[in-house]
Every structure is written in C-alpha cells, then in structure tokens.
C-alpha cells in the first residue's frame, strides 16, 4: 500500500492551497475530495458560495495585519507562480450603510483597520455604483478590495499541485484510521471503500471538519454556518463596484454561536436565529453572486431551500439594487467554517499525533494562501512561532 507524508481532507480553497504548499515544500501528498463535480446548489463546498473578496485592508491587530500584508503580496504574483490566471484585481468595495443609521457611528468602527475606508455620501456613493438606490443607504465607506475568482483560484492551486507529483482521490472520508500500536496516533484516513496511509492528516473539510472529529472522539472548537446565497448568469447587467454592508451581522452571530459549545452536539439545534447579510459581487466573466443568509443549525448538512431564504435574499437585494431582484438565477447553500475568535485553527490537534486542522478563516482569501505556506515550511522543520497563535491548543 502507497504511503504518504500528508493526506489533506478537502479540495476547496484550504485545501488546494495547503495541498499545493505541501508538495512544493518536496512532500508525497494526497488530496481526498467527496466528489469530482461541484456544480449542485447543495454541493457543500463552500467556493461555491464565496465572493472571492480579499480584504486586505481589514486588520486590526499585529497579527491580522502581517497576514493581510502577505496575502496582498501573494495574491499580486499567484497567477504568475501558479501559471493559471486566479482572476484577482483590486477594486471599489462600498460599505452600504441603512438609512437609520448614523454614518460618522458607523465609520468609527474601522478608525483602526489597517486602511480606514472613506466615508461619502449616497450621491457620491450612487455615482460610483449607479445600479445602487439613494433611497435604500445614508451613505458608505469606500476602499480598495482584492477580487479573485474562488473556482479560479481553486483551480489553480489544483493544477499547480498535480503537476508538482500530488495526487487527487475522489472519495469520501468517513473516518481517521489509528495505530493499533498506539491509538493517540493517527497514520491515515478511512472512506467507504478503503483507507489511505499517511504519516499526517490535515483536515481541510471546511465546514464538515467539525463532524469528522466528532466521529472519531476528538473535540475541536469548530464551528459552520449555513450559507445561502443566490448565483445569476452573465447577463446585460454590470456593476461597477463590489458591495457589501458596513455592518455585518455575521460576525456577532458567530461569536453568539461559538459561545454554546454544548449545544453543537445535540441533534437538530438552531444555535442563534438566522441573520442577512446583503452584499452583492460581479464576477470578470459576469457572474453575479448575492445574498448572503447564515444559519446556525448542530447539523450542517440541514437542508434549507424551503425555508424561504430565497426571497427574504431578493427582498433585501431589491431594495438596495432593485435592477437585481427579479433577475433569473440559482439557489446555493454551503457550511462555512468558523471559530469562536475570529481567527482560524491552524496546527496539530491537542493530545493526538499525527492529525491536523486547517480550517475557520474568517477572511479566507485574505489569510489562507499565506498561512498555507507557512504551515508547509514550519512541517518542513522551519518553527513559525506565528502559528502557535492559531494553534488549536489555544482553547
């Protein structure tokens, strides 16, 4: 039986990218993905059901800032390192703010991101995205934003990992296999028909992570929302802007929802009611991707198409954007992963050998790629004490 040095659970984002840093770092690596076609509206991949926004300009902290930084650079010479174009561009992001709120309250909270959006008026505001309704905002906060193409991007870091000897198998994890010598060390992977051997395992299941630790007994504070949003097709319409609320109610619900640990473990719960979120992103081929609702549910697998989520999306989006609301388009939902700090698990997990986290980015293309790399150097022998702040152990 062939033997790996890394076997990385999930071919999304994080996992293309950790797989794609692995092999580079000189590493025999297996990807394992659930499925070789991602195109369902419940495909539970979550790039399809990301933005691909890029806030670099978002940090607060030393730590958060030197990650953007890095991502910034990376993201600048990718597509070149990669030989695939990841579509990435730096463009006008409005931070809409509601007609009842005061903007100068507002703004006051990013005073210290890194680069301090600027606050203009609904005309100025208007003119910069003209599909945009004065009546629907007070004003916005406007800065520069990296875009990227998530399938793009994805696809990418893939082909960039093939062609560096790394293998990818289309099939679903069920499970950790343990040393039968010593059962606190894992040395591969189980799925319904066979398992794999590797001397690590990374799981990069994004919002399916949680449920595979709890398979095997291990307790890792890592969380999912449910993510709907709606995809259209190129059309006629065109934005000049990517746009997206100032004040994001899914931060709070991630912090209400990570709170009650316990509750994860009981069947069917709604952690928190289920918030919206209404942002708008127009891909370079014109695509255009809306909504989002979050749901927080124990099960991330809860089907959630007959909850109404759909309309509640176009009602919102309607009166922000009203040319969009009743454009023909495609349904999506996904688990997202998140922590209950905000910032991802990235490390070993505590009190086991041999098995890994790499998931809950809360500004994932920001943050992944260069964290990707890091991590792939510090298993190549070169400590990062950086990480040890993202470390699982941390909780």
């Not at 994080?14 to 394992?32: K, N, Q, T």
Request: aromatic share 8%; proline share 7%; glycine share 8%.
């Amino acid at each position: 039986m062939k033997t790996y040095d890394w076997l990385v659970v999930g071919s999304g984002l994080a996992g293309s990218a950790l797989g794609y840093e692995l092999a580079r770092a000189g590493y025999r690596v297996l990807m394992l993905e659930q499925s070789a076609t991602a195109s369902s509206p419940t495909t539970h991949n979550a790039t399809q059901c990301s933005y691909g926004g890029i806030a670099y300009w978002s940090g607060t902290t030393p730590l958060m800032r030197q990650l953007c930084q890095e991502g910034l650079e990376l993201h600048r010479t990718l597509s070149a390192e990669l030989d695939s174009d990841t579509e990435y561009r730096e463009v006008d992001l409005l931070l809409t703010i509601d007609p009842d709120r005061d903007p100068q309250a507002v703004a006051s909270a990013y005073s210290k991101m890194d680069v301090v959006p600027t606050l203009v008026d609904s005309v100025i505001a208007c003119e910069l995205e003209p599909l945009l309704n004065p009546d629907a905002i007070a004003a916005a906060l406007v800065v520069k934003h990296g875009h990227v193409s998530p399938e793009a991007i994805v696809r990418a870091y893939q082909q960039a990992f093939l062609r560096l000897g790394g293998e990818i198998c289309y099939e679903q994890v069920t499970g950790f296999w343990q040393s039968e010598a010593d059962l606190s060390r894992y040395q591969g992977v189980q799925t319904e028909t066979s398992h794999y051997v590797g001397e690590n395992v990374v799981v990069c299941a994004g919002g399916l992570s949680r449920s595979l630790f709890r398979k095997a007994g291990l307790a890792v504070r890592l969380y999912a929302t449910i993510a709907e949003l709606i995809e259209l097709p190129p059309g006629e319409v065109r934005l000049q802007s990517l746009v997206m609320p100032a004040e994001l109610k899914r931060f709070e619900l991630e912090a209400a929802a990570g709170a009650v640990d316990s509750l994860w473990n009981e069947p069917d719960q709604e952690i928190t009611p289920a918030i919206l979120d209404a942002g708008i992103v127009q891909f370079r081929d014109g695509r255009i991707r809306f909504g989002q609702i979050s749901r927080v549910l124990s099960n991330p697998l809860t089907p959630t198409e007959a909850l109404g989520g759909e309309q509640a999306m176009r009602s919102a989006i309607g009166r922000l954007m009203p040319a969009l609301k009743d454009q023909p388009g495609q349904w999506r939902s996904c688990p997202v992963a998140f922590s209950c700090d905000r910032l991802p698990l990235v490390g070993a997990v505590p009190d086991r050998a041999g098995i890994h986290v790499f998931s809950g980015f809360g500004n994932p293309f920001a943050i992944l790629p260069p964290l990707a790399r890091r991590f792939a150097y510090h298993a190549a022998g070169q400590p990062d004490p950086l990480l040890l702040q993202l470390s699982p152990a941390r909780f």
